[in-house]
């Protein structure tokens, strides 16, 4: 059975870093689109990142252009989001998930087109 485990989450400064990671396991999910979505207190999910699955494309919420950056590993089954000057407005549980489209033309920004979640870690941005 596929499944997707986030780690790196905790809490930070505002102005620091973090690395998230999300590693498949299960079977090989090279020819998925992925992406990062999250859910701050009282909020909806909403689209963080994703990545096509050659990693020829990338797309970003306006909110974290130039502070973060999603990429991936193939060869380790592994997707990662590198936060940099992280805002409280930051603080959310960050999901990874799968696109249920094999080699998909487009990215999606909506959470029904994936199809595999992680269960999420937290993030805490203090002021």
């Known amino acids: 059975q596929v499944q997707l485990v986030e780690s790196g989450g905790g809490l930070v400064q505002a102005g620091g870093s973090l690395r998230l990671s999300c590693v498949a396991s299960g079977r090989s999910l090279s020819s998925y689109d992925m992406a990062w979505f999250r859910q701050g207190p009282g909020k909806e999910r909403e689209f963080v990142a994703a990545?096509?699955?050659?990693?020829?494309?990338?797309y970003y919420t306006d909110s974290v252009k130039g502070r973060f950056t999603i990429s991936r590993d193939n060869t380790k089954n592994t997707m990662y989001l590198q936060m940099n000057n992280l805002k409280p407005d930051d603080t959310a549980v960050y999901y990874c998930?799968?696109?249920?489209?094999?080699?998909?033309?487009?990215?999606?920004?909506?959470?029904?087109?994936?199809?595999?979640w992680g269960q999420g870690t937290q993030v805490t941005v203090s002021s």
């Open positions: 990545i096509t699955w050659s990693s020829s494309n990338t």
């Open positions: 998930a799968k696109d249920q489209v094999e080699y998909g033309p487009l990215i999606a920004t909506l959470s029904v087109r994936y199809d595999l």
